[in-house]
């Protein structure tokens, strides 16, 4: 009978770190203590090495804006649930994904984490939304909407991009990018910088924001793809160029 109870709790013991010490029990630790504000237990979930990028003030100060957003979204009658969650070996650890999506249907967002393991647990490096993943570990992507000027090359090489800076004015072509829906509910507004490349046929061959809300970033990468440039030429030649493009999201009305 002994035997029977230790076999039986050794099991119970296996079966519980299976559950809790995975990469997706953390993910879904994460997104549970935002419902609940809890910004202490989100921050305990982050790991040494993204504290030493980021700092513990500034994961915390990210963390808080993730969970005030995540329970006005609530507060505003707007259910969210994660389906299609995704999990791939990375060269440090490993990401998982799932699809952050309205019940109604309405409107989703994929969101990436990347964890590694430390201590014997999984923690967090890295979150933020698919379309905006970076190559850098960070913390929440979430950051002030400055202006930022890219330094033109001295003097740039063959076939190398020029600087054109802000390049809102220059465009022949600039959809406007629709206010994603979970963001209009949690009442998020700000601008979003998106760092784009422009070919020698003034069409859009690269996209990544640098800064704004996460939930904004997406709808303007995609909107910035789909703008069209006049080509640019230097010495009679066409060329590349690297701007920004800044998209403006004014706070929603009641």
């Not at 393991?117 to 970076?134: F, M, N, P, S, V």
């Not at 997406?218 to 909107?223: V, Y």
Request: proline content about 7%; glycine content about 8%.
């Amino acid at each position: 009978m002994k035997t029977k109870l230790f076999v039986l709790l050794t099991l119970v013991v296996f079966t519980g770190c299976s559950l809790f010490g995975s990469p997706q029990a953390t993910v879904k630790k994460f997104m549970a203590d935002a419902q609940k504000g809890d910004v202490n237990a989100m921050t305990d979930l982050f790991s040494k090495n993204a504290i030493s990028k980021m700092g513990l003030d500034k994961i915390k100060e990210n963390n808080k804006i993730f969970a005030d957003t995540t329970q006005r979204v609530a507060a505003g009658g707007s259910k969210y649930r994660m389906e299609d969650m995704r999990q791939e070996s990375t060269a440090t650890g490993e990401r998982v994904s799932f699809l952050y999506k309205d019940e109604s249907g309405v409107s989703s967002i994929r969101m990436t984490f990347d964890l590694s393991k430390e201590g014997g647990a999984w923690k967090i490096d890295y979150i933020g939304d698919a379309a905006d993943k970076e190559n850098t570990v960070a913390a929440p992507a979430i950051s002030s909407p400055e202006v930022k000027e890219l330094t033109p090359p001295a003097p740039p090489g063959p076939g190398a991009p020029i600087s054109g800076g802000v390049l809102n004015e220059k465009a022949i072509s600039l959809p406007k990018p629709p206010y994603p829906p979970i963001a209009r509910a949690a009442k998020i507004s700000g601008t979003v910088v998106v760092q784009v490349t422009v070919d020698e046929n003034g069409d859009v061959i690269s996209a990544q924001a640098l800064s704004g809300h996460p939930l904004l970033r997406a709808a303007s990468i995609t909107a910035a793809r789909a703008a069209k440039f006049q080509p640019t030429k230097l010495a009679g030649q066409p060329v590349k160029v690297n701007g920004v493009i800044n998209y403006v999201f004014e706070p929603p009305a009641n």
